[in-house]
């Protein structure tokens, strides 16, 4: 299985940007479809962005659309999420997931989890 560890959360103003990072660990990364989700406190863990095994495929959320990139890079084992323009609305506690196939954008498709990292939008 695969291990994984995200970093990069923080306190921001609205209109700022931060940078998510996922690294993992243990098996082999390239091997994993990887996804980006979010939770707020009393809501439900949404969709967010999600990557293909290669990075040459990409989906992204309608409401993160224009302002989130997701990416990775196999050779450091790691997945990014480059988050601009944010909101408050953004605000949340956001998750990596990994999977063994293809592209997913729910939370029950994902194997494999992180322990999240809080993203605090001040308006």
């Known amino acids: 299985q695969v291990q994984l560890v995200e970093s990069g959360g923080g306190l921001v103003q609205a209109g700022g940007s931060l940078r998510l990072s996922c690294a993992g660990s243990g098996r082999t990364f390239s091997n994993y479809a990887m996804g980006w989700f979010r939770q707020a406190p009393g809501k439900e863990r949404e969709f967010v962005a999600a990557?293909?095994?290669?990075?040459?495929?990409?989906v992204h959320a309608n409401s993160v659309k224009g302002r989130f990139t997701i990416s990775r890079d196999n050779a450091k084992n790691t997945m990014y999420l480059q988050m601009n323009s944010l909101k408050p609305e953004d605000t949340a506690v956001y998750y990596c997931?990994?999977?063994?196939?293809?592209?997913?954008?729910?939370?029950?498709?994902?194997?494999?989890w992180g322990q999240g990292t809080q993203v605090t939008v001040s308006s």
């Open positions: 997931a990994a999977r063994n196939i293809g592209l997913a954008v729910t939370p029950r498709d994902y194997n494999y």
């Open positions: 990557i293909n095994r290669s990075g040459s495929n990409t």
